[in-house]
């Protein structure tokens, strides 16, 4: 006679393995695991999967990435003028798609919400069969869609993210970033602000209470004191504060001479007029200009605060008033197509279309393995940041960075920054251990 | 010392916004037993109100300059305001003043999309319960900020303040202190004497016209009032209008101390509601009282003194007060008997 035997450990065993079951994403169950690789495309096409903020409080820069990657696509295909393709260093793309295969797309709203960027990046690559996501106008969002692209075995190029863990604690192989990050930030800015202001400042950080803040308030720390800055106060604010009066009163008094502002988005906004609204622009303390840095800078943005940035420092990605024949190839396709400039979120988002395409391309694969090895330690030019290199350990991009400044006389409301200096990629290199996190392996899904 | 002038200075014109909103709030749970969650909308499109003027006021001429290109390779455009080619140096002002002439504008047009809104959808929803009427406003809400958001986008719009009013002023020596160590821009002191001059205006209308004394009477007995042969439910519907002026006219002059987005009216909607029930539901005092009391405890509780002890405090600090009042007494600090008790 059988025994029906069922022991404790048994038992444990198989409630684990059940769990575990249930557990698991339905993408590793669903069809888009049945090829060699996730979405390996079969036909004569091939779908990108553009994941941006239509809607929240980020939808203006969204719709400036989704109208980067359509042109990134219409070029892909041999339309438009080429744009950067013209004075991109890589020859491997010709204008007929990638690896002989025109490139389609489908689109996800992030909602700048880690669980509707996930949800809307799922649906792409189970629904739709894009074999790569990438975009996104947030640090939170593109560690949470990148988590989940690692997991379905397809490639994320990041969008618009600056926090040091995208790349960093929280990096994953199939995740690439072709962004700058608040260390670079830091480094680059801890110099300039000593050559304006001089060593002996105090500086006072307002700071937004979340994982992109947290980063950007360590990075400028630790640049401006290396300068001989001391911190008089580091305060977090809720995200979305709105009103900052009742923090930025106590800066009036505090002693500190720099107040630095290390808010992105509505909350830059806000708290950088609010600031010139309490007379810290035209302020001395200890017989020193008061000065104000918004570390992070976004053309969209300072444009939403007006006169309020003008000879307020800052860094960013990428500017369209840039001379270099890669900037200005892409701001005359832009412009000409959409009738203004392109931010830096559209630059950043239309070159990681076209180096992602260019791997495909160089490795004859779609597959992340190998499209990631042709991006592994890739070096190139002709993109509008100099030479550039998307490091093999940590695929971060590495490239100069530059240092802006609220131009006192704008020609136009798009013209609102103006270049002080290009900090050279040798000054914001860190070592790839700095920032801590494992890449992993890759995962190709399949 | 100094700062403790200060941050009652701020919470003074952050509690003007609160008891403005609040105010409209409770006139309108008041009068109409609704509870209106579209009211931060209302906040919201005052703002826009002095957007639109504002950009109105700055419609400009266009002009070809075919010798400049932009770096896009097109010919660059050179514009010009209508209002300033026409009027000169007067133009220029108009367009300086654009918030203030924003008041003028915004009454007419909140009164119209107040009397809409109550005609065109809340008064369905008077015998329904509470539950229903949250809903449908906040559903409101958010079909109103869509619109915005589409005509408008989703980034903030800046409102400078007149150039006459951009400046600092010093309490230092009048108070006491050193010259330069109280200063407090402008505005917002305006921004607080505006709260406190719209608060008088509803206060004394209802208490000293005949309109008024009709609601008032209304608010305590409806069925009565209208057994008088009173049209009361066309008189609510004003009353509707009027919430709607008030927190429109809050919003309008807000938008130089925050630039508006869409938004915003959500940012105050749920601090509005909490200073109506901290104040007191149907309480037009109370509104007005718990307003100004949270605005002041909320930029004390900022301060980093209390934060180094109290980590977090100033997230928290309003909720934790309203707690407090409702385990104290669960009417509110000046709430009518019976109001939202059964």
């Not at chain 1, 559209?346 to 160089?362: S, V």
Request: net charge neutral; charged share 15%.
């Amino acid at each position: 006679m059988s025994k029906f035997n069922i022991s404790r450990r048994g038992l444990i065993k198989g409630t684990a393995a059940l769990g575990a079951g249930i557990a698991a994403p339905t993408v590793f169950s669903s069809d888009v695991w049945a090829a060699g690789y996730t979405n390996e495309p079969k036909g004569s096409t091939v779908t990108f999967g553009f994941n941006v903020p239509q809607s929240g409080a980020y939808a203006d820069e969204g719709a400036d990435e989704l109208r980067a990657y359509e042109l990134a696509v219409e070029h892909l295909n041999g339309g438009g003028d080429g744009g950067m393709l013209n004075t991109f260093s890589s020859k491997a793309l010709t204008g007929d798609g990638v690896n002989g295969k025109k490139v389609i797309f489908v689109t996800g709203d992030t909602q700048t919400k880690s669980d509707a960027a996930r949800a809307s990046a799922k649906r792409m690559i189970e629904k739709e069969g894009a074999v790569m996501i990438t975009g996104g106008s947030s640090s939170g969002v593109a560690i949470a869609v990148q988590g989940l692209c690692q997991e379905a075995g397809v490639i994320f190029m990041a969008g618009l993210t600056h926090s040091n863990d995208t790349t960093g604690k929280d990096k994953r192989a199939n995740g690439f970033r072709h962004f700058f990050n608040t260390e670079m930030t830091g480094a680059a800015l801890g110099p300039v602000l000593k050559n304006a202001f001089g060593s002996d400042r105090t500086a006072y950080h307002l700071t937004a209470d979340y994982t992109w803040g947290w980063s950007q308030e360590g990075s400028i720390k630790k640049y401006t004191e290396k300068a001989g800055w001391k911190t008089a106060a580091a305060v977090r604010t809720p995200l979305g504060a709105g009103d900052f009066s009742q923090y930025i009163t106590p800066v009036l008094n505090s002693g500190a001479d720099v107040l630095v502002l290390n808010h992105y988005g509505r909350d830059m906004v806000n708290s950088l007029t609010q600031a010139v609204q309490f007379g810290l622009r035209d302020k001395q303390v200890n017989g020193k200009d008061f000065a104000i840095v918004v570390p992070l800078y976004s053309r969209l943005m300072a444009q939403g605060a007006g006169e309020n940035v003008k000879g307020i420092f800052g860094s960013t990605n990428w500017h369209w008033s840039l001379q270099d024949e890669g900037s200005k190839a892409f701001v005359k396709s832009f412009g000409q197509k959409y009738g203004f400039p392109p931010s830096q979120a559209a630059h950043t988002t239309y070159c990681q279309a076209i180096l992602y395409a260019d791997a495909c391309q160089r490795a004859g694969t779609f597959m992340p393995s190998g499209v990631g090895a042709a991006l592994e330690g890739f070096k190139f030019d002709g993109m509008g940041n100099g030479p550039t290199e998307y490091r093999a350990e940590d695929h971060q991009c590495f490239k100069d960075v530059l240092v802006v400044k609220g131009k006192e006389n704008p020609s136009s409301k798009f013209d609102v920054l103006e270049v002080v200096e290009v900090t050279p990629r040798s000054q914001v290199e860190y070592p790839a251990s700095l920032l801590g996190g494992e890449l992993g392996p890759y995962n190709n899904g399949g | 010392m100094d700062a403790i002038f200060l941050q009652i200075l701020n919470g003074l014109d952050k509690g003007g916004a609160y008891a403005l909103i609040a105010l409209g709030l409770t006139i309108i749970f008041g009068t109409l037993g609704v509870v209106n969650f579209a009211h931060g909308a209302l906040f919201m499109l005052g703002a826009f109100c002095a957007v639109t003027i504002q950009s109105i006021m700055t419609l400009e001429s266009v002009t070809i300059d075919p010798t400049k290109l932009t770096a896009w390779g097109t010919p660059s455009e050179i514009r010009v305001p209508y209002i300033e080619s026409w009027f000169g140096e007067f133009g220029t002002t108009l367009i300086d003043y654009s918030v203030p002439v924003s008041i003028l504008v915004a009454i007419p047009v909140m009164l119209l999309i107040g009397i809409i809104m109550e005609r065109g959808l809340i008064r369905y929803f008077y015998k329904r319960p509470h539950a229903d009427q949250i809903l449908v406003t906040f559903g409101l809400a958010i079909v109103l900020q869509e619109i915005i958001k589409s005509i408008y986008g989703a980034n903030p719009i800046p409102q400078p303040a007149p150039e006459i009013a951009t400046g600092m002023i010093d309490f230092g020596i009048t108070i006491g202190f050193e010259a330069g160590n109280v200063v407090y821009p402008a505005w917002r002191l305006i921004y607080f004497l505006f709260s406190l001059v719209v608060i008088a205006a509803v206060f004394l209308f209802l208490q000293f016209t005949t309109f008024g004394m009709v609601v008032r009477a209304g608010m305590a007995d409806r069925e009565t009032v209208g057994l008088l042969g009173i049209d009361i439910d066309k008189r609510f519907t004003i009353v509707f209008g009027m919430a709607a002026v008030v927190a429109g006219l809050a919003g309008v002059m807000y938008t130089p101390i925050l630039s508006p987005d869409y938004h915003m009216g959500m940012d105050f909607l749920v601090l509005s509601f909490v200073v109506v029930v901290v104040g007191g539901m149907g309480s037009l005092g109370g509104a007005v009282a718990a307003g100004f009391l949270l605005g002041i405890l909320q930029s004390f509780a900022s301060m980093n003194e209390v934060k180094n002890i109290l980590p977090g405090i100033d997230q928290i600090i309003i909720y934790l007060i309203a707690v407090v009042v409702l385990l104290v007494r669960p009417r509110g600090l000046m709430g009518r008997k019976g109001v939202m008790e059964d």
